[in-house]
């Protein structure tokens, strides 16, 4: 067997069945000898290699790595026969995957995240619109030319940046590629719906599992980093970057074109870091050889911290931005075809008078600010409240408002019964993940007098799916069983901000407080857990009180039993901590008590210590006092941080350090 071209200055006699440690210094390395081989164990950058070949020769580049004979390694899998390791470069060509490459394939599709079904919760295009972008020069340059590296398409809310999106993605890339398999699109879409859709590294693991699944001899570079962390890997974004960076610089990965929609509704903690990342590849990709046929196409509204995260690209070149508010004139041409479209399909459905359709035509390309998300909404009022006079119509379109803010009140307050649209809404609002008609349902309908499951009065999903929009004044949308606002700008809407003055006129504006939602949310889990069919000693209440992507990825089969459940045990503590008040601290005091939880284990079995540590590093402050109050203490050593001072400030919560140093937490204790 030939060695690596660049690691011919060391070889290697091997004898059969040897086993050996290998250092790996580079991923790319690792990858290699992954490639020839078959890694069978991996930690802390250390491979370990069982070669079943008889006087084998490996090439290895002394300056790279360094190689210690052992036989006391552990056999962590199944011996590799000849016929495996000789079939092994066939079966990646057949997209055949060995266990752990299996294993490491699914790592990075966590909780089953449908790409697909992301993008396309955005309608399709009319015909002849996204022009504005399509036709433009900068984006044909970016497209046509491989040294355009990055794209941005930054435009205002309403603007229909993620139909433009999802129409390149699923037309246009594909009219230009055709056939040609040496090129790949991939895609994300950000979604401020759940914490899951705005992050930064589920959008990169998700990339990463579309690539490897196109190109499965391509999940070689992903191994060293899975057989280190496991399946933790889906939650470091800087593994899964470098991991995307070295596979797509594989002459065999062909030109990859990675589409990013909606950037600005990435969470604020890792969009910085991808843009950085965005930002140093670009500029790398300038001034080096680099391999990579790699390019980005990014959309977002034009906020400043974006603008500002691309400047030093923004400096080295000016055509990376395509400004949608540069395209106005454009835009809204279209807009004029969408409502020339939509008025000819009202006129065909419910036969309206070729005058009173023109007219009504006619008034709605009069309207000064329009975009898509307006002409959205206002044709569900057009459509609702209809004439069949043009006298009618010109009153109904006389007192409809012209910006989004207005049409979202008027909607609203339709409302057939506004209290049950406020507590959907306030639900929506701070749920911690879209959540489906059957927990809505659930969560609808659990109140003071619920006391089990048997009790629960539900109207059922069915009901739900055809009422619920229309009974929340169609601010809410329905996909795939699961609830969302029909737009992030909905949010922006209902929730009161502090500081900003409460519009006059317009009832719905700034109605919602976040504590206040928060406060119903927590009510209805603490409530649904208390149920009498529950049985609190298999639910791992304690998990929750951990940072998210350190908690338990699924609930147990236990709760999953019970509607609603796997969501109440999994953030419970969230919406107890976001309500900034210690109502329900008696349930939350009887739940600490029965869980019978000592210490807590979170994901991939990683100790954190005592509920006091996982409290502090969660920042749950009122459960930290209540613990310390019970006598827990306070300088306990142990878990994942050393001591619950130490996982507070890890956690960066000022206030939950302040109230450990007043009970007497040792500063000078040594932590984790």
Request: hydrophobic share 35%; net charge neutral; aromatic share 8%.
């Amino acid at each position: 067997m030939d060695p690596p071209s660049e690691a011919r200055q060391f070889t290697l006699r091997l004898g059969l069945n040897v086993r050996f440690k290998l250092k790996v210094l580079e991923l790319r390395v690792a990858s290699e000898l992954y490639l020839r081989f078959s890694v069978c164990y991996y930690q802390a950058c250390t491979i370990i290699l069982v070669i079943r070949k008889t006087d084998c020769e490996i090439g290895l580049d002394v300056r790279k790595a360094a190689t210690a004979p052992t036989s006391k390694l552990p056999q962590t899998h199944q011996p590799i026969s000849n016929t495996e390791l000789s079939d092994s470069s066939q079966n990646k060509q057949e997209g055949k995957l060995s266990t752990e490459e299996s294993n490491c394939l699914q790592s990075l599709w966590p909780g089953g995240i449908d790409h697909e079904s992301q993008k396309n919760q955005n309608p399709t295009r009319v015909l002849n619109t996204c022009l504005w972008t399509l036709q433009h020069l900068k984006y044909l340059e970016w497209r046509d030319n491989q040294a355009k590296r990055l794209l941005w398409i930054s435009a205002d809310p309403g603007c229909g940046k993620s139909v433009l999106a999802r129409c390149i993605v699923d037309e246009d890339l594909p009219s230009v590629i055709g056939n040609d398999s040496s090129k790949r699109i991939l895609y994300y879409f950000f979604k401020d719906t759940s914490l899951e859709q705005r992050s930064a590294s589920r959008a990169v693991s998700t990339i990463l599992h579309q690539l490897f699944v196109s190109h499965p001899q391509l999940i070689r570079y992903a191994l060293p980093k899975y057989f280190e962390k496991g399946a933790a890997l889906s939650t470091t974004f800087q593994d899964l970057w470098s991991i995307f960076i070295a596979t797509a610089a594989d002459p065999t990965a062909g030109e990859i074109i990675c589409v990013l929609d909606a950037l600005d509704e990435c969470n604020d903690q890792e969009q910085p870091r991808l843009l950085e990342c965005l930002v140093d590849f670009c500029l790398r990709s300038q001034t080096s050889s680099s391999e990579s046929r790699l390019k980005f196409l990014i959309t977002s509204r034009p906020y400043f911290n974006i603008r500002q995260g691309f400047d030093r690209v923004l400096e080295a070149s000016d055509n990376i931005e395509l400004s949608g508010n540069d395209e106005s004139a454009s835009i809204k041409k279209e807009i004029d075809l969408v409502i020339k479209h939509r008025v000819a399909k009202l006129k065909q459905e419910i036969r309206l008078a070729t005058k009173v359709s023109d007219h009504l035509e006619k008034r709605l390309l009069e309207t000064e600010h329009r975009t898509y998300l307006w002409l959205h909404l206002l044709w569900n009022i057009v459509k609702k409240n209809l004439s069949g006079t043009k006298s009618e119509m010109d009153r109904l379109i006389d007192n409809l408002p012209d910006d989004i803010q207005g049409s979202y009140d008027i909607l609203l307050q339709k409302c057939p019964d506004p209290v049950f649209a406020r507590k959907v809404l306030q639900i929506v609002l701070v749920a911690a993940r879209p959540l489906t008609l059957t927990e809505i349902d659930v969560a609808l309908n659990v109140n003071e007098h619920t006391l089990s499951y048997s009790t629960l009065e539900q109207e059922g999903p069915s009901r739900l799916q055809e009422t619920l929009p229309s009974r929340c004044g169609l601010m809410i949308s329905i996909i795939r069983s699961k609830v969302y606002f029909i737009h992030q700008t909905v949010k922006e809407f209902l929730l009161n901000k502090p500081g900003t003055e409460h519009p006059t006129g317009r009832a719905w504006q700034q109605s919602l407080e976040s504590e206040e939602s928060h406060h119903l949310l927590a009510k209805i889990c603490l409530r649904s857990i208390s149920f009498s069919e529950v049985k609190l000693d298999q639910t791992s209440l304690c998990n929750a009180l951990l940072p998210e992507d350190d908690r338990e990825m699924e609930p147990n089969t236990y709760c999953r039993s019970h509607p609603f459940l796997p969501y109440s045990v999994f953030y419970w503590a969230d919406h107890f901590r976001d309500q900034r008040s210690n109502e329900g601290i008696q349930i939350v005091k009887c739940f600490l008590e029965k869980s019978n939880c000592h210490s807590v284990t979170g994901r991939y079995s990683t100790d954190y210590g005592t509920i006091l540590h996982a409290a502090s590093l969660g920042g749950h402050e009122f459960i930290v006092q209540i613990l310390l109050k019970k006598g827990a203490d306070v300088n306990a050593q142990g878990g994942r941080y050393g001591n619950a001072l130490q996982a507070a400030s890890r956690g960066g919560h000022d206030r939950v350090v302040q109230i450990l140093l007043e009970k007497g937490a040792n500063v000078n204790a040594q932590g984790g």
